[in-house]
């Protein structure tokens, strides 16, 4: 299985601030990520799928970047409604797997 | 637009089997390159990934889970139903059912609201 790992677990950011979440495969899977923001209580939101191609609906502010091994999520400018748990799945092969997931929290 | 809904029991005792449906509109699963997976996150943990089913029928598992788990679909009902058998506390868990596409593979563009299944004695 290719295992998916996230850093930070959990970063505190204030409203305008730039955020970047890491995501770190086990083994290469080209651009095969895809990001989701799930708020509590609720299911997991679709953002960017293929590394970097934003979700439609999605606003411009989240972009990703990476391949191989190493991704990240930005986020240019936090606006309130993005503070959510964050986590990258790998679609590269099955079985299909998700990292442990970035909590943003308000500072 | 793309609706799924989970639907089952929320409380299961220990070694029971556990049957959810997962009721969609939107799109039908005859469609070519469309499928339906399940996902599963116990409380206040990451999420995790346990079964696939395409429009061909062809059927994908999470490894550590397959014996334990049968996914099937009804395309005339519009629903996909996952089986999970022996089921114990730790399976304790929100259970979300997700739409897949070829045009995102492997990736779940749309999810149910999920449901909250409790395993308790």
């Known amino acids: 299985d290719i295992q998916m790992t996230q850093s930070p677990s959990s970063v505190s950011a204030s409203v305008g601030d730039r955020v970047t979440i890491t995501c770190r495969a086990s083994?290469?899977?080209?651009?095969?990520l895809a990001w989701y923001q799930q708020k509590p209580g609720k299911a997991p939101k679709l953002l960017i799928y293929?590394?970097?191609s934003l979700q439609s609906g999605v606003p411009s502010r989240f972009s990703g970047s990476g391949s191989g091994t190493d991704f990240t999520l930005t986020i240019s400018s936090l606006q309130p409604e993005d503070f959510a748990t964050y986590y990258c799945?790998?679609?590269?092969?099955?079985?299909?797997?998700f990292g442990q997931g970035t909590r943003l929290e308000i500072k | 637009q793309i609706t799924l809904k989970e639907s089952g029991p929320t409380l299961v005792k220990p070694t029971q089997t556990l049957t959810l449906t997962c009721t969609f509109s939107?799109?039908?699963?005859?469609?070519?390159?469309?499928?339906v997976g399940w996902i599963r996150q116990p409380p206040r943990k990451a999420l995790e990934w346990l079964a696939l089913?395409?429009?061909?029928?062809?059927?994908r598992y999470s490894p550590s889970l397959k014996s334990r788990l049968t996914i099937t679909k009804d395309t005339s009902k519009n629903q996909v139903v996952l089986r999970m058998t022996n089921m114990d506390p730790v399976d304790t868990a929100t259970y979300y059912c997700?739409?897949?596409?070829?045009?995102?593979?492997?990736?779940?563009?749309?999810w149910g609201q999920g449901i909250l299944v409790t395993v308790s004695s």
């Open positions: 939107g799109f039908s699963l005859s469609t070519s390159g469309v499928g």
């Open positions: 089913i395409y429009w061909n029928d062809d059927k």
């Open positions: 997700a739409h897949n596409t070829v045009d995102t593979p492997m990736v779940f563009d749309f």
């Open positions: 799945q790998q679609a590269n092969s099955f079985p299909i797997t």
């Open positions: 083994q290469g899977i080209s651009n095969w």
């Open positions: 293929t590394t970097s």
